[in-house]
């Protein structure tokens, strides 16, 4: 970050298991990096599929009945995601059996390291899990150990996951942002007013950090 005092507010919607969120964070990164802003980021919960079981669905049939995609479809889709990831450093590692999960869990769980300001780095902890290494993130167990693998302690998480003592808290939150028009994430915006929605390009996210600090 720059030690310009103007320090940019940015508010990120979204979900883990969403691909463009990651692919949009980091190239928002890069051009945070690119143009010196100094900055916060403050992430909130959004889920994609609130009705789904706990178990998941294989993600190719999720995507398949949620969008009418056939099976080439979605590999273009897989493989184009794949290339967004790697030209910002980020890797995808598609297969057949991966799941689409409910990720209620997860929020009450960033939603306590946020009070430990733990948030950001367990964020992109559960992205890799989930896309670089197929975890289970339904598992509360495995949620625990990634916890615990950013420095968090496993036995609270395991605690927060097994009492749902957030859920209240993170239900409020979602509620929240979609009364103020949140439809789909990734939604990022900026110093409370600016809104910009899905995976920008690193060019875009630059252009507009620009005509940020000119305003």
Request: glycine content about 6%; overall charge negative; proline content about 2%.
């Amino acid at each position: 970050m720059s030690n310009t005092t103007n320090v940019l507010k940015i508010d990120i919607v979204s979900d883990v298991v969403c691909p463009w969120c990651i692919i949009g964070y980091r190239q928002l990164e890069q051009a945070l990096k690119a143009t010196g802003t100094a900055y916060e980021i403050n992430w909130h919960p959004f889920e994609l599929n609130p009705n789904m079981p706990a178990e998941g669905q294989n993600l190719r049939q999720h995507v398949a009945e949620k969008y009418g995609v056939s099976k080439e479809q979605s590999e273009q889709s897989r493989n184009s995601m794949a290339a967004a990831g790697a030209s910002v450093g980020f890797e995808f590692r598609f297969t057949d059996d991966m799941r689409m999960h409910n990720t209620f869990n997860l929020h009450q769980l960033l939603h306590w390291a946020n009070q430990q300001g733990a948030m950001h780095d367990l964020k992109q902890a559960l992205f890799a899990a989930h896309f670089t290494y197929s975890r289970d993130i339904s598992d509360h167990n495995t949620l625990a150990d990634i916890a615990a693998e950013v420095g968090l302690e496993r036995n609270e998480a395991l605690a927060i996951l097994e009492s749902q003592s957030f859920s209240a808290a993170v239900r409020d939150a979602e509620n929240g942002w979609v009364e103020k028009g949140i439809s789909g994430v990734p939604a990022i915006i900026f110093n409370d007013r600016h809104l910009v929605t899905g995976a920008q390009g690193v060019e875009n996210y630059t252009r507009i950090l620009q005509q940020l600090a000119e305003a």
